[in-house]
């Protein structure tokens, strides 16, 4: 008698190789995910194989490795189509500029893009590219779009490149695009934020003078939406309170816009309860006292004086509500001096339970810039985390959001 076969099938990956230096680290990728007991079957681009070899792929993945849409021996065993619906994710990595491109464009003139096309299974994308691909303006476009297609992204990470120069660009560790990929795989309600109400707060807001003048910051919103894009991805419904900026919405969360400090606190409060709020956004701290209805006009007696009053304190005000108060209040400390300490006079004053300090300076290109080092300060200590990219920084704070409500106390 055959007994049933309990053993449970691994999810499988598709693991599309682009032709960049960095394609030598999808060999160790590929350990990585079957560490991790999943089964891996690799594409590689035609460039691609200019770099690493289909042999060493398929001998770490076990598998048959696929390159030639028009192979009739492949497309008879499996045919394309087959191949992107077989998986349960597919990863990029690394996703060349010109991969993206074609992704973003819809095209599918190889085997790479045509599965690319042609799936209806989530996609994880790890860019690897020198430094000016990964900041032109046609690779930024196509990032946008792919990212308001559902796409998820991990990394790059900012460093020393191959070819000499030092930025963002560097593909993700492998590791990390692992526990990414695990992190996608695992079904919604076993996800670690899952059930949690997670409130962020992103961006600048603008404080009006007149119907046409305001008052703002140079905020971009990169941390706060990278954050709430990082709380819904480990499972949590998200509530994103944002500033005016000019970047996209992340995928999965509600976004709430506001424009004034004011109308901020009006839409954290209306998004109560939650289990945790993270105020992210930089926030005005004075308004302007009497606002004209219309636009002031130079009449000749030298400029106006500007009366500012106080803006409501978002953070302290959340973290001293009697009722009400979420378990776990983050504050962001951007400082541009005594980083640290600063930060632990802010987390006393605040009565929240983290500060997260980061140095604003102007020679640390932190507002506006995709990376940032920060330092997370509760009553417990400081933490300070080494530079990473905006997104790394976002995907380790969800993580360490998760573990502390998953403790009995975390301050
Ligand atoms: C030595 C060398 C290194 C390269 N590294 C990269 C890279 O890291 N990222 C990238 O986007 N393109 C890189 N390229 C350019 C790509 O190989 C080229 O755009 C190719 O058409 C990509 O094809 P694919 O997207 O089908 O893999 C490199 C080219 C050479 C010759």
């Known amino acids: ?42 594409v590689l681009t035609a460039a691609a194989q200019h ?18 849409l028009f192979s009739l021996t492949d497309e008879a065993a499996m045919g394309h189509i087959e191949l992107s619906r077989d998986a349960d994710l597919l990863i990029v990595a690394p996703a060349t500029a010109d991969l993206m491109a074609k992704m973003a464009n819809g095209l599918a003139n190889d085997l790479a893009s045509t599965v690319l096309l042609a799936t209806d299974k989530p996609v994880l994308v790890a860019p690897a590219m020198n430094v000016r691909m990964w900041l032109h303006p046609a690779t930024r476009r ?8 559902g796409a998820s992204f991990v990394g790059p990470d900012e460093g020393d490149m191959a070819c000499g120069e030092f930025g963002p660009g560097r593909m993700a560790e492998p590791e990390r695009i692992a526990e990414a990929a695990v992190e996608m795989l695992r ?9 949690r109400h997670v409130i962020v707060t992103s961006g600048p807001t603008h404080e009006p003078i007149d119907p046409v003048r305001f008052i703002a910051n140079r905020s971009s919103g990169k941390q706060g939406h990278a954050i709430a894009a990082a709380c819904a991805r480990l499972g949590a419904r998200v509530t994103l309170v944002s ?24 839409a954290v409060d209306a998004a109560l309860p939650a289990d945790v709020a993270v105020f992210c956004a930089a926030v005005a701290d004075w308004r302007v006292a009497a606002q004209g209805g219309e636009k002031m006009k130079k009449d000749g007696k030298g400029p106006p004086a500007l009366v500012l009053v106080e803006n409501p304190d978002i953070l302290a005000t959340t973290a001293h509500r009697a009722s009400g108060r979420p378990d776990l209040v983050v504050g962001f400390a951007a400082e541009t001096e005594k980083v640290i300490a600063h930060a632990q ?3 006393r004053r605040k009565g929240c339970d983290w500060i997260v300090a980061n140095d604003v300076s102007t020679a640390t290109g932190v507002m506006g810039g995709d990376s940032n080092t920060v330092h997370v300060v509760s009553a417990k200590g400081v933490e300070s985390w080494p530079t990473m990219s905006k997104a790394a920084v976002a995907d380790a704070l969800a993580r360490r959001i998760a573990a502390a409500l998953g403790e009995s106390t975390w301050v």
Request: aromatic letters at 2%; proline letters at 8%; one cysteine or more.
């Open 243 to 266: 500033g005016p900026v000019a970047i996209p919405d992340p995928s999965g969360v509600d976004v709430v816009r506001v424009e004034t400090a004011v109308g901020m606190l009006e």
């Open 142 to 149: 196509n990032v946008e779009r792919l990212r308001a297609d």
């Open 51 to 68: 770099f690493v070899t289909a042999l060493s792929a398929g001998s770490l993945s076990g598998d048959t490795v696929y390159s030639d």
């Open 187 to 195: 079904p919604a309600d076993a996800k670690p934020l899952s059930g």
């Open 345 to 347: 006079d802010k987390l």
């Open 1 to 42: 008698m055959t007994l049933p076969d309990t053993t449970p099938t691994p999810r499988r990956i598709l693991l599309i190789i682009g032709g960049g230096i960095a394609a030598y680290k999808a060999l160790e990728l590929i350990r990585a995910l079957r560490k991790r007991g999943l089964a891996v079957r690799c």
